[in-house]
């Protein structure tokens, strides 16, 4: 069997495993507001395509002052290992996590650096710590729980940094064209796992320094019994609400055309801006190879007064 066919009958599966939820309430997913969803039929591109996932274990980022005050005055973190997303690493350094509560020893530090220190548990090891943590993007620390942590050569009360990260797909522009999503898209994924299930809003985060993967924290990875090499298939996407002023990559907003005549030079043009949406005003005559460049670009035209 060939990995085409493969695909059509995981996606046979899902469709099945989607109407039975459909008539369960429990299990289904909360209700996607003003937020557009796409069956999978509306959107083949990106069924059927496999993601890498990878479990993340808790650990910690931390900021320069915090690596200074845990391992001494001037110390930098020491990579061990690289990562699966390229640049980080495995520190050698190791802290100890301590609530009132409870504590979790040899916690992993992550490198290089950051802007904000940063600890990210599974909701089973809040537990052991007595903490109720939200689950949050990385980076997102609203709500964030205190937790001390200790070093080699000292500790520091970190306010507002626990989080569980919510689970996530890293991937390249390139990786996003093909799917059909764009950075800030959530999707639904199916793991065919020995315990098969479907998890539903993944965000997705598009980064040209990204490389393909799903990450779950290991609460996630447990629930789906996963094992080293398993993959997951996006099922459905749900595409971004309109961006504000504080999406990483912000469409662009539609662009106006005042020329009266549109050429094929300037479509092309057009299309390499990114924006997807052309407003031209009833009298801009285009010329048929603008109009076709305009095409296979997927931009939409809109006539406006
Ligand atoms: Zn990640």
């Known amino acids: 069997m060939d990995q085409e066919q493969l695909n059509l009958i995981i996606e046979k599966v899902v469709a099945t495993l989607q109407k039975t939820n459909a008539d369960t309430p429990i299990l289904q997913p909360p209700p996607q507001n003003a937020q557009t969803k796409y069956a999978i039929s509306a959107r083949p591109s990106a069924t059927g395509q496999a993601i890498p996932l990878e479990a993340s274990a808790r650990h910690v980022h931390l900021d320069k002052a915090t690596v200074e005050l845990l391992f001494g005055k001037g110390a930098r973190l020491t990579p061990c290992r690289p990562l699966s997303q390229p640049g980080e690493f495995l520190a050698q350094e190791r802290v100890k996590l301590v609530t009132q509560k409870g504590e979790l020893a040899s916690v992993a530090v992550l490198g290089p650096e950051r802007e904000q220190t940063q600890v990210e548990l599974s909701l089973t090891d809040a537990r052991v710590l007595g903490l109720d943590i939200p689950v949050n993007l990385s980076g997102d620390l609203t709500g964030a729980a205190d937790v001390t942590l200790v070093g080699r050569c000292g500790s520091v009360f970190a306010k507002g940094c626990v989080i ?4 996530h797909i890293h991937m390249t522009p390139s990786d996003a064209s093909r799917f059909g999503v764009k950075n800030g898209d959530t999707v639904d994924v199916h793991v065919q796992t020995r315990r098969p299930l479907t998890f539903h809003e993944v965000a997705v985060r598009v980064k040209g320094s990204f490389a393909l993967a799903m990450h779950l924290d290991f609460d996630e990875a447990n629930a789906c019994a996963l094992k080293e090499g398993d993959r997951g298939t996006v099922i ?3 595409a ?4 504000k002023n504080d999406c990483l990559q912000t469409p662009s907003p539609p662009a106006a055309v005042t020329d009266k005549l549109l050429t094929e030079e300037a479509a092309r043009r057009f299309a390499q801006s990114g924006a997807k949406n052309l407003r031209i005003t009833k ?3 285009i010329t048929p190879s603008a109009k076709d460049a305009l095409r296979e670009a997927g931009i939409i035209i809109e006539h406006v007064e």
């Open 236 to 238: 459905s996407i749900t």
């Open 164 to 167: 569980a990260a919510k689970n």
């Open 240 to 243: 971004a609400p309109p961006c």
């Open 283 to 285: 009298k801009t005559i």
